[in-house]
């Protein structure tokens, strides 16, 4: 199934989610689903709360389809290490059409539970590790644009009210 995602402007964007305790089938199926709405929207890491759903789970897929062994769903995820400095154009599937350049650790070390509730560590760099990072923040209600400065922030959020007002966000 393909779930619409949420942008800019619904609460649940900006609530921390919920730990997982049910490592289910309702869990996998959940987890499927979130792939194939993150390709629809062509998109490399989708976070639960952008479907709506409260919950600690995203999916990555940094190589988009090129690489199956590079899809990576992460459970309860933890940034366990960070290590350098490198800005980079950013973007989000709940804010669509807007980039800003955020200055990110290189490289980073995640700690996640898999869809079975196996405990793994990841290290990725470069494109891999701002995905840790900018989805884990979704996990804690936290958007991209945080890392920007106050007047970007107050300017893209000016520019989403207008297309709200047009009709053109949700
Ligand atoms: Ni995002």
Redesign the pocket.
């Known amino acids: 199934m393909i779930y619409p995602i949420v942008k800019l402007g619904e609460p649940v964007l900006e609530k921390p989610a919920d730990a997982v305790t049910e490592f289910d089938e309702g869990l996998k199926k959940l987890v499927e689903d979130m792939f194939e709405s993150m390709y629809e929207a062509h ?1 490399v ?3 639960a709360p ?1 479907i709506g759903i409260g919950k600690r789970i995203a999916v990555i897929d940094v190589t988009f389809k090129e690489d199956p062994n590079a899809k990576l769903v992460l459970v309860n995820p933890e940034i366990v290490h960070t290590e350098g400095r490198i800005t980079s154009q950013e ?5 669509p059409d807007f980039r800003e350049k955020v200055t990110r650790a290189r490289e980073v070390t995640v700690k996640a539970q898999d869809i079975h509730g196996k405990w793994f560590e990841h290290t990725g760099e470069d494109l891999l590790a701002r995905a840790f990072l ?2 884990t923040d ?1 996990l804690n209600g936290k ?2 644009i945080s890392h920007v400065s106050a007047l970007k922030r107050d300017l893209i959020k000016r520019k989403v009210k207008k297309l709200m007002r047009a009709g053109e966000w949700f």
């Open positions: 998109g890491g989708l976070a952008q973007g989000c599937l709940s804010i900018h989805e979704h958007l991209y």
